[in-house]
Nanobody
Framework: VQLQASGGGLVQAGGSLRLSCTAS????????MAWFRQAPGKEREFVAA????????YLRESVKGRFSTSRDNAKNSVYLQMNSLKAEDTAVYYC???????????????????WGQGTLVTVSS
């Protein structure tokens, strides 16, 4: 699976962005998808995940109520809607895919075998 993330950019605090991640291949619906981010000088961290069916969504505590994730299996795409953005949301955002993730490791980088190239989100305060 090859992943292509897009939609990053510069936005003022309080604004919104929608990230997209499009996957190649015909088996996208079998993969759980996730978003991670890495801020300058920090380790990469989990942001959101959505199971293959789209029926279960998991969010980082600090983004609950502001971010949401969804997927369109017909378009081989997953999305991260980010509202009420804060300066601390500034990071490179990565999408990732896994066909083997389970609930206990859904927030772990190591659970995801496939990664997109990242898209930069900069929130100005």
């Amino acid at each position: 699976v090859q992943l292509q993330a897009s939609g990053g950019g510069l936005v003022q605090a309080g604004g919104s962005l929608r990230l997209s991640c499009t996957a190649s291949g015909r088996t996208f619906s079998r993969y759980s998808m996730a978003w991670f981010r890495q801020a300058p000088g920090k380790e990469r961290e989990f942001v959101a995940a959505i199971r293959s069916s789209g029926g279960h969504v998991y969010l980082r505590e600090s983004v609950k109520g502001r971010f949401s994730t969804s997927r369109d299996n017909a378009k081989n795409s997953v999305y991260l809607q980010m509202n009420s953005l804060k300066a601390e949301d500034t990071a490179v955002y990565y999408c990732a895919a896994s066909s083997t993730v389970i609930l206990s490791n859904i927030r772990s980088e190591s659970a995801y075998a496939y990664w997109g190239q990242g898209t930069l989100v900069t929130v100005s305060s």
